[in-house]
C-alpha cells in the first residue's frame, strides 16, 4: 500500500475533519506592490506566502507553555471576484517577508499535539533587494517595515505525529527533502498539522496599504498548513534568529537528549493571510484540520 493511503487511512483513523466554517469572508483591500513608486496599486483578498520555516521553540517536554517562531518569502498577491483568481507577483528584484513570534500553551511531542495562541508579534517587510535565504534563514526582516501588529489570545494549532503514531509504517526521513540534503546527519518524524491566528493590525505603511486594514472586524487572519519532515522548503539555520535544537540523535520531534529539558520541533509551514469585515460565526477561526493540510500535502510533496 502507497503510503498516501496508509497516511489517509491514519489521519481518518483520528476523525479528523477536512471542513472548516466558510463564515469567514476575506475582503478584498486596495494595495500598492510597487509602495512609493507609481503604477502598483491592484486589489488584493490574500496574501500567499512561499513554504517557509515554523520553529516550536523549548516545545518538546515543556511544561505547556513554549514560543513558535515563524518566517516565509511571498509567493503572490491573489484576488479573487466572480469565481476568477488572479494572481500578481512582486515587482521584479523585490521581495515581501513576513516573521512572526507566537507565545503558545500546549503539550508538544504526543501523537498529537494540541495548542493555543497566547500573544505574540506578526510582522511584514518590503526589500528592493532579493536576499531572504531559506537555508540560512537570513534576510526576512532586514527590509522596510509595511505591517506589524499583535497576535490575539485564542488562536488554534494541532499538529499529528506520524512516526509516533507507527515507526513502521512513518519512520524518520531527512529532514531536508527539497533539493540537495542541506541538514545532513539531521532526520525528522514524519507529520502534518495546521494553525489559524488573527492579528490586531497595530501598523501600516499607507505607501502599500492603501486600505486601512487595522479597521477592519478582523485586521488580518493567518492560516497555515505544517508538515514535517520539508518537502517544498529547505529547512532554515535559524528561524527568527532562533537556531533549531533537534531531539535526541539529532531527529526532529524526538523526545530531547538525556540531561536537556527541552529543545524544538522544526515544522515546513505554508500559509496564507487575508482580511475581513465580516464577524466571523463561533469556530469559523477554528483551523482547517490535519485533513485539509493532507489534501495540501499529497497535492505538492512527492512521496518517495
Same mark, same amino acid.
Given at each position: 500500500?502507497?503510503? $498516501?493511503?496508509?497516511?489517509?487511512?491514519?489521519?481518518?483513523?483520528?476523525?479528523?475533519?477536512?471542513?472548516?466554517?466558510?463564515?469567514?469572508? #476575506?475582503?478584498?483591500?486596495?494595495?500598492? $506592490?510597487?509602495?512609493?513608486?507609481?503604477?502598483?496599486?491592484?486589489?488584493? =483578498?490574500?496574501?500567499?506566502?512561499?513554504?517557509?520555516?515554523?520553529?516550536?521553540?523549548?516545545?518538546?517536554?515543556?511544561?505547556?507553555?513554549?514560543?513558535?517562531?515563524?518566517?516565509? =518569502?511571498?509567493?503572490?498577491?491573489?484576488?479573487?471576484?466572480? /469565481?476568477?483568481?488572479?494572481?500578481?507577483?512582486?515587482?521584479?528584484?523585490?521581495?515581501?517577508?513576513?516573521? %512572526?513570534?507566537?507565545?503558545?500553551?500546549?503539550?508538544?511531542?504526543?501523537?498529537?499535539?494540541?495548542?493555543?495562541?497566547? +500573544?505574540?508579534?506578526?510582522k511584514i517587510f518590503y526589500d528592493t533587494s532579493k536576499d531572504s535565504n531559506d537555508v540560512t534563514g537570513l534576510g526576512y526582516d532586514d527590509g522596510l517595515l509595511i505591517l506589524e501588529g499583535t497576535i490575539n489570545i485564542g488562536g488554534? /494549532?494541532?499538529?499529528?505525529?506520524?512516526?509516533?503514531?507507527? !515507526?513502521?509504517?512513518?519512520?524518520?526521513?531527512?529532514?531536508?527533502?527539497? +533539493?540537495?540534503?542541506?541538514?545532513?546527519?539531521?532526520?525528522?518524524?514524519? +507529520? $502534518?498539522?495546521?494553525?489559524?491566528?488573527?492579528? !490586531?493590525?497595530?501598523?501600516?505603511?499607507?505607501?502599500f496599504f492603501k486600505s486601512d486594514v487595522s479597521q477592519l472586524t478582523v485586521d488580518l487572519n493567518d492560516t497555515t498548513n505544517l508538515a514535517a519532515p520539508f518537502g517544498q522548503a529547505n529547512p532554515s539555520d535559524q528561524v527568527v534568529?532562533?537556531?533549531?535544537?533537534?531531539?535526541?540523535?539529532?531527529?526532529?520531534?524526538?523526545?530531547?537528549?538525556?540531561?536537556? =529539558?527541552?529543545?524544538?520541533?522544526?515544522?515546513?509551514?505554508?500559509?496564507?493571510?487575508?482580511?475581513?469585515?465580516?464577524?466571523?460565526?463561533?469556530? #469559523?477561526?477554528? $483551523?482547517?484540520?490535519? /485533513?485539509? %493540510?493532507?489534501?495540501?500535502?499529497?497535492?505538492?510533496?512527492?512521496?518517495?
Amino acid at each position: 500500500m502507497k503510503k $498516501i493511503t496508509l497516511l489517509a487511512a491514519a489521519v481518518a483513523a483520528l476523525g479528523v475533519s477536512a471542513q472548516a466554517n466558510a463564515a469567514f469572508v #476575506s475582503s478584498a483591500i486596495s494595495f500598492d $506592490i510597487n509602495g512609493s513608486a507609481p503604477g502598483g496599486v491592484t486589489s488584493v =483578498t490574500s496574501f500567499d506566502w512561499l513554504p517557509g520555516n515554523a520553529l516550536a521553540k523549548d516545545a518538546v517536554g515543556s511544561a505547556g507553555t513554549f514560543t513558535t517562531y515563524f518566517q516565509a =518569502t511571498l509567493n503572490s498577491f491573489v484576488f479573487n471576484s466572480g /469565481g476568477s483568481t488572479t494572481t500578481i507577483s512582486p515587482m521584479a528584484g523585490t521581495e515581501f517577508t513576513v516573521q %512572526a513570534t507566537i507565545f503558545e500553551q500546549g503539550l508538544v511531542g504526543g501523537v498529537t499535539s494540541n495548542f493555543v495562541s497566547l +500573544g505574540g508579534t506578526y510582522k511584514i517587510f518590503y526589500d528592493t533587494s532579493k536576499d531572504s535565504n531559506d537555508v540560512t534563514g537570513l534576510g526576512y526582516d532586514d527590509g522596510l517595515l509595511i505591517l506589524e501588529g499583535t497576535i490575539n489570545i485564542g488562536g488554534t /494549532g494541532t499538529f499529528t505525529n506520524f512516526t509516533l503514531l507507527n !515507526d513502521l509504517l512513518f519512520p524518520a526521513q531527512n529532514l531536508d527533502n527539497f +533539493g540537495a540534503n542541506d541538514a545532513p546527519g539531521v532526520t525528522s518524524h514524519q +507529520g $502534518i498539522g495546521s494553525s489559524n491566528l488573527t492579528v !490586531d493590525v497595530t501598523y501600516i505603511d499607507t505607501d502599500f496599504f492603501k486600505s486601512d486594514v487595522s479597521q477592519l472586524t478582523v485586521d488580518l487572519n493567518d492560516t497555515t498548513n505544517l508538515a514535517a519532515p520539508f518537502g517544498q522548503a529547505n529547512p532554515s539555520d535559524q528561524v527568527v534568529g532562533q537556531v533549531p535544537v533537534y531531539g535526541a540523535g539529532n531527529v526532529n520531534g524526538a523526545a530531547c537528549a538525556v540531561g536537556v =529539558t527541552t529543545c524544538d520541533f522544526q515544522f515546513q509551514s505554508d500559509s496564507a493571510t487575508s482580511f475581513a469585515t465580516t464577524v466571523p460565526e463561533p469556530g #469559523s477561526l477554528a $483551523i482547517a484540520g490535519a /485533513g485539509l %493540510a493532507l489534501m495540501s500535502l499529497i497535492r505538492r510533496r512527492k512521496f518517495n
